[in-house]
């Protein structure tokens, strides 16, 4: 029978990969930059701003599923991020490297559709499935939550930065995808 103290410490384990696996909904990981300046886009239409908006957080995704697999994969995800959005990161990575967790496996993005278009920034949901995506400990046993959705709606905010769009915020969303 366990004693009552790594009871206590499994129970804080749990709690703090819970935590670890919500955070990872809002940002699907350096210091944080200044927010950026947006520039005029000189998109033609609003299709044009949200295909860059989609290319951006596409481009993100599969930089943060490469650097799962290689540390030093280029382009680096922070270099789509800054904001809210780098912040989150940032820590995100720090709570996980503290409690000995890493993350396996790919995230995937499902949809992407537009939501708002403004000339320097546009908002853009998405439907991620986490179904691969796994939380390790150091010892490489699975510790990701039974009970955690397998798919995710997020609201991102990307702004049309020199020289290229940044993502700036990513919240969970209301929509189920």
């Known amino acids: 029978m366990a004693s009552v103290d790594t009871m206590a410490r499994r129970t804080a384990r749990g709690a703090m990969v819970g935590a ?78 503290d409690a000995g967790l890493q993350l396996v496996g790919p995230a995937v993005v499902i949809g992407i559709q537009g939501i708002e278009w403004r000339a320097e920034s546009a908002s853009i949901g998405a439907c991620m499935d986490y179904t691969e995506a796994r939380v390790v400990d150091s010892a490489g046993t699975d510790v990701t939550p039974a009970d955690r959705p397998n798919r ?19 919240n969970v969303g209301d929509q189920e995808c």
Do not use: H, K, M, W
């Open 20 to 97: 670890v696996v919500l955070t990872l909904a809002l940002v699907t990981a350096c210091t944080p930059d200044p927010e950026p300046t947006p520039t005029p886009t000189g998109f033609a239409s609003e299709e044009e701003a949200f295909a860059a908006a989609e290319a951006t957080y596409r481009a993100y995704v599969d930089a943060l599923n490469r650097s799962r697999t290689d540390a030093s994969a280029v382009p680096p995800p922070e270099s789509f991020l800054s904001g809210d959005a780098l912040t989150q990161s940032i820590e995100v990575d720090q709570q996980l490297a």
């Open 152 to 170: 995710a709606s997020l609201i991102i905010e990307v702004v049309f930065a020199a020289p290229a769009p940044l993502i700036v915020q990513s």
